[in-house]
């Protein structure tokens, strides 16, 4: 079965939206996602800035550290109190304080940064 002259290959125009960068409307060339040059670099940008920014899923030398809700006692890699015999709510990577042993999560010393 041929197709008929005349009717798209794809229809770009309904499965693609605004520019995916400032979310204005724009004609497209080809299947283009941004409206402008500047708007492609402004996307790679924020890409990459978020990507560094934010700590990794998981690491080779960091285990989880987690709370419990019942005592606020925190461990890390163990999943639920000794104390309690509550399962512990995962605060974020982290390990031991080197100064006082105690458990500490990258969330506590990247707060307010």
């Known amino acids: 079965m041929r ?3 005349g009717s ?3 229809d770009d125009g309904v499965t693609t939206g605004a520019c995916a960068a400032c979310g ?3 004609q497209r060339r080809g299947r283009g996602r941004f ?15 978020t990507a560094l920014a934010a700590p ?3 690491h080779p030398t960091m ?5 419990c809700g019942g005592c606020e006692a925190r461990f890390v890699g163990e999943r639920r109190c000794p104390d309690c015999n509550r399962f512990n709510r995962r605060v ?8 006082c042993d105690e458990p ?4 506590d010393l990247t707060e307010g940064r």
């Open 3 to 5: 197709a008929e002259p």
């Open 8 to 10: 798209p290959w794809r």
């Open 24 to 26: 204005q409307a724009f």
């Open 35 to 49: 409206c402008s040059d500047a708007c492609r670099q402004a996307a790679w940008r924020w890409r990459r800035s």
């Open 56 to 58: 990794p899923k998981s």
């Open 63 to 67: 285990a989880t550290i987690y709370e």
């Open 92 to 99: 974020d990577l982290g390990g031991y304080c080197p100064h």
């Open 104 to 107: 500490v999560a990258i969330a």
